[in-house]
């Protein structure tokens, strides 16, 4: 605690200890956890949490971990699917909006190829879709 009250003296920075989490190596027994996360006032971060938007832990099945971001371009995509756009309008929010969502995770991580392609085909899915057919449009 005395190491963190020098940081926050020294950077002018205060620590939030509500919306901070201490994150361990598998090695280190859970007494010890305990006794740390105990020491800190925070709680000990789970395996599902997030850090600026992105997963804490990336383990081998990276389209499981990154299936975030799909999910965030769907439900964006969804939000304007009962929209009258015209092509110009679809495009300016394919290129603004979808290919922006990915960007910062991109910068971190490599994005799997998998889901580069289903976000591709969301997109494209969108962009064909007509206001008049009932299904997917031309597909």
């Given at each position: 605690?005395?190491?963190?009250?020098?940081f926050e003296h020294a950077s002018g920075?205060?620590?939030?200890?509500?919306?901070?989490?201490?994150?361990?190596?598998?090695?280190?027994?859970?007494?010890?956890?305990?006794?740390?996360?105990?020491?800190?006032?925070?709680?000990?971060?789970?395996?599902?949490?997030?850090?600026?938007?992105?997963?804490?832990?990336?383990?081998?099945?990276?389209?499981?971990?990154?299936?975030?971001?799909?999910?965030?371009?769907?439900?964006?995509?969804?939000s304007w699917s009962g929209k009258l756009?015209?092509?110009?309008?679809?495009?300016?929010?394919?290129?603004?909006?979808?290919?922006?969502?990915?960007?910062?995770?991109?910068?971190?991580?490599?994005?799997?190829?998998?889901?580069?392609?289903?976000?591709?085909?969301?997109?494209?899915?969108?962009?064909?879709?007509?206001?008049?057919?009932?299904?997917?449009?031309?597909?």
């Amino acid at each position: 605690m005395s190491l963190l009250r020098r940081f926050e003296h020294a950077s002018g920075q205060q620590i939030n200890l509500g919306k901070s989490s201490v994150f361990f190596s598998p090695n280190v027994n859970g007494q010890l956890r305990h006794s740390i996360c105990t020491t800190l006032h925070m709680p000990e971060a789970s395996e599902n949490s997030f850090y600026l938007g992105l997963p804490n832990i990336i383990g081998r099945n990276k389209n499981a971990i990154l299936g975030f971001l799909k999910n965030k371009v769907m439900n964006r995509i969804n939000s304007w699917s009962g929209k009258l756009l015209s092509g110009a309008g679809k495009e300016i929010l394919l290129k603004t909006v979808i290919q922006s969502l990915p960007t910062y995770a991109m910068s971190v991580f490599l994005i799997p190829l998998g889901t580069c392609n289903e976000i591709e085909k969301l997109m494209a899915r969108f962009w064909w879709k007509t206001t008049n057919s009932k299904g997917n449009g031309i597909i």
